[in-house]
């Protein structure tokens, strides 16, 4: 009877991410996630053919999980100015609880070697992108976001404000305040308006 694995492929993941968060895409090599297990470092290519493949599933392993929430709320029928705000407060949320995973998303895949993945990593990741982005796009139509500078306004709101407000904090090495996630959603909702304007 075959023994079963001393370390699964989320424990070797979880210390990549680790590794990640606290040192960059670079940190990341097959020797150090062994190091950081107490692995051998045989027990790391059993279940990633090479460093190429480890980078893209910490990158996808982390980015699908941010998206999955992220989608939910997009998604979850609320009035879209709610869902907007929702969705912008959610970005904070989950960096706070998942400060090493969000450290990770901000590098961006081109840093984690997308350009050398595999046909299957790069599907996964535009899959998703697609997904998220299909749903973002609906949520502007339904905000009124109808010329591109609307769309924009959207895009500020929903991505690049929250993900300013947790950058600043996790590159400095330092938690989100308690009041991050009041303070995105108050600005998103001004960026949006109140929907009597004719802007999104």
Do not use: K
């Not at 694995?5 to 989320?10: A, H, K």
């Not at 959610?90 to 993945?117: K, T």
């Not at 976001?145 to 404000?161: F, G, K, M, N």
């Not at 001004?190 to 999104?200: K, Y």
């Amino acid at each position: 009877m075959a023994r079963p694995p001393r370390f699964t492929t989320d424990q070797l993941l979880d210390a990549a991410v680790r590794l990640a968060a606290a040192g960059g895409p670079a940190a990341v090599t097959m020797s150090a996630v062994a190091q950081a297990v107490g692995a051998p470092s045989g027990s790391v290519y059993h279940r990633f053919p090479g460093r190429t493949a480890l980078l893209a599933e910490v990158w996808l392993r982390s980015v699908e999980r941010f998206q999955e929430g992220y989608f939910a709320t997009l998604t979850s029928g609320a009035e879209p100015r709610r869902a907007a705000r929702a969705a912008a407060r959610h970005v904070v949320a989950w960096s706070r609880e998942n400060p090493d995973e969000a450290a990770v998303l901000l590098y961006g895949p081109a840093e984690f070697g997308r350009a050398e993945w595999s046909e299957e990593h790069t599907r996964r990741a535009d899959a998703g992108n697609e997904r998220v982005f299909a749903s973002l796009s609906a949520l502007a139509g339904a905000l009124g976001a109808t010329d591109e500078q609307a769309r924009d306004r959207v895009t500020l709101a929903l991505i690049d404000l929250p993900l300013s407000v947790v950058r600043r904090h996790l590159r400095a090495g330092a938690p989100l305040p308690p009041h991050a996630e009041d303070m995105t959603e108050e600005c998103t909702a001004a960026l949006l308006g109140d929907g009597h304007s004719g802007a999104a």
